[in-house]
């Protein structure tokens, strides 16, 4: 009783929108910019938690955090619509609306760990990696995009990672190796036994990195999308199995993974509630 | 849970406790329902259902108040025909009954979905004739005892299964709504779906909301909703009523009961004690029925009518 009534005071104060100016904005590609905002409450949230950022007057859309502390959040967005045009036209000063942050984190493990990014998927990866990166023994990265120029983060990537530098796939060969983000996955885990696989991207790879795991009898953890409406768990748009993306994701367990795996990277409910192709 | 204390029957449904899930909360998939019945809902309402698919209205559909939350979701739903599917695969797998609800823009079109949902297997049917923020359906018809009459008729002569209508509290009198429903035939009434409200960002000074109006939900309504059961049931004691509004705890529960209703509905307490809510408010309830001295959930059924 005493437990729950602190709960749902929390997720009240969590799921209430502040609104706030933006504080800085920068550019990481062409298609891709970075937001910073003062919020007290998602500046303590965990890598692989997600933010609902409303575009007042436009939408409400679902973001990973990229980075939070002292008194402040970061976020990676990637313009593919409406929503995310409208906000890369924004700039300092410009107000948003914050809630979260919501969902479940990775867990922080040690050892040798191998993280796996596509696109925008590796922005809650990399405030992953900052966390692990004085912890383990191993901190091995590979990030994916279809061209050099969409590749995020490649110096901060190179600082936390424990090889000489991260591994850079394109599928142009633009840059780095000319292959999926996937490819070198089967070398890099024959000559090194890692503990935890942890990826974020686009569901087909994360469903073959899954495969290759269970295959290879690695844990992993994935985080996933689906369409977010409430965020806190209620409206059953997000639903993946018995599970809701919002809030028993977005990260998922290998246990987790298994368990849903004939939806994994095959479908989902669109916004009329009907089952979608991935 | 599943006691002999618990169980009730609301219309010829067999409920093996007397809380079940609200409509358009977890209400799409099959495995969704599933989860919502092992966390111990004794029913499952589907989200509402019409002819056509729905997209809903863009986001910001659900925002915070103070001790609630305000939607305004805009009824998405991949239209019944697509939905039949998704409808015999949570029959297949539920124990306990499953109610469909249903809405239209004309009588006619809620008979349809009626007769469909029946037959992919719906143990009953509820009418949204109360959702407060779509035009021509909802509330336009759940406040007009004419249109009332017109629907609830329509879907009685068009289905075997107990029909349920949800009413809406955004009216001058409850009762007469009511009334209508029970004349025209309902089984059950479900009282209440939520409390038109908005809601404003005071530093972009505009409504949150995209539709701008929506539903207030939560421990804010409830003691208007255990007013409209009271109401209700002052009225019309031999109709079956499921409480709903604000339900998220066994306390509130049982001031539904006493109120007149025979079970309640629970929607936004799940996100915000968990599913495991269903299973606190039976636990709760049956040891408030021991302690007590009673058999059943049913001897305090508007018990608070005789003080
Ligand atoms: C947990 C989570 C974390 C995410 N993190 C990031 C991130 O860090 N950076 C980033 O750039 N993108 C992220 N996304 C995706 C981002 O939310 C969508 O790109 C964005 O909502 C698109 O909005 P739009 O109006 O610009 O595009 P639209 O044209 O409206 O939609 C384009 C596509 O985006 C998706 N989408 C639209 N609305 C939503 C919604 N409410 N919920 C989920 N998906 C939606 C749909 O697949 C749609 O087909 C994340 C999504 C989820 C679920
Ligand atoms: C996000 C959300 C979606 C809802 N969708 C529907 C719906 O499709 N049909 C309906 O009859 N009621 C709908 N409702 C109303 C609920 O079923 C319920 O009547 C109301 O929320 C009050 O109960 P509560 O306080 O326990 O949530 C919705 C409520 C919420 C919060
Ligand atoms: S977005 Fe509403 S339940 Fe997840």
Known sequence: MEVSKKLSAYLTKLNTIRTTAIKSVKSESPTVKTFTLEDDICSKANPGQFLMLRIPGIDEIPLSILNAGEGQVQFSVKAVGDATRHLHNLTTGDLLGLRGPFGTSFTETRGRVLLIGGGTGTAPLLFLAKRLAAKVDRLSFVIGAKTKNELLYLTELDAVCTDESAIATTEDGSYGLQCLATEPLEKLVDKQKFNMIYTCGPEKMVKSIFNFAEKRKIAMEASLERLIRCGIGLCGSCMIGKYRVCRDGPVFTMARLSEVKDELGMSKLGFDGSRIEV | ?307
Not at chain 2, 32 to 38: C, G, Q, R
Not at chain 2, 40 to 56: D, Q
Not at chain 2, 85 to 95: M, T
């Open chain 2, 1 to 307: 849970m599943n006691n002999n204390l618990l169980t009730v029957n609301i219309a010829g449904l067999k409920l093996q406790n007397p809380t079940a899930l609200a409509s358009g909360i977890l209400g799409y998939t099959g495995d969704s329902f599933k989860f919502v019945e092992e966390s111990g809902a004794g029913a499952i309402v589907t989200k509402s259902v019409g002819v056509s698919p729905r997209v809903g209205y863009s986001n910001p559909t659900v925002v915070q108040a103070k001790s609630g939350l305000i939607n305004a979701v805009g009824l998405p739903n991949p239209g019944i025909n697509e939905y039949t599917e998704e409808l015999k695969y949570a029959k297949s797998v539920l124990k306990v009954p499953l109610i469909v609800s249903v809405f239209g823009y004309t009588s006619e079109e809620y008979a349809l979905v009626a007769v469909k949902a029946a037959e992919a297997g719906a143990d009953a049917v509820e009418l949204n004739v109360s959702c407060p923020h779509v035009k021509y359906t909802g509330s336009e018809i759940g406040q007009n005892p004419k249109l009332l009459t017109d629907v609830v008729c329509a879907v009685k002569s068009a289905v075997q299964k107990p029909v349920i209508v949800k009413l809406s509290p955004n009216v001058t009198d409850i009762v007469e709504l009511g009334k209508a429903a029970v004349k025209a035939g309902a089984d059950a009434l479900t009282v209440i779906n939520t409390v038109r409200a908005l809601a404003i960002d005071v530093e972009t000074q505009e409504p949150i909301l995209s539709n701008v109006r929506g539903g207030l939900s939560g421990p804010a309504i409830k003691p208007i909703a255990v007013r409209c059961v009271y109401d209700i049931f002052e009225a019309l004691p031999k109709t079956p009523i499921f409480g709903c509004g604000g339900v998220s705890d066994w306390r509130d529960a049982l001031e539904f009961f006493l109120a007149g209703a025979s079970a309640v509905q629970v929607g936004t307490a799940i996100a915000f004690e968990e599913p495991a809510v269903f299973e606190a408010i039976n636990k709760g309830v049956t040891a408030y029925l021991k302690r007590k001295g009673y058999g059943s959930v049913k001897e305090i059924v508007g018990l608070s009518h005789q003080a």
